[in-house]
């Protein structure tokens, strides 16, 4: 499951680094939450968690509806 969350990050990486933004992954827990880092320009941004819950966690959460809960930044 972590390769294929990489994946999805990768796929992700660029809508963000156009912003000057990015994310790193950071872990998947037991309990299905992925864990991300938000970087660069998304990192304190204002919209920050927007970025996280409407764009993140819902392109993860569309393809792995079963094995992924929430995103959470750390």
Partial sequence: M???IKDAIEN???FLQRDGGDVEFVEYTADKI????LQG???GCPAAQMTLK???EKILKEQYPEDIKAVESV
Avoid: F, S
Wanted: one cysteine or more; proline letters at 6%.
């Fill in 2 to 4: 972590v390769d294929n």
């Fill in 12 to 14: 992700i990486r660029p």
């Fill in 34 to 37: 992925v864990k991300v880092r």
């Fill in 41 to 43: 320009a998304c990192h």
């Fill in 54 to 56: 409407g764009v993140i």
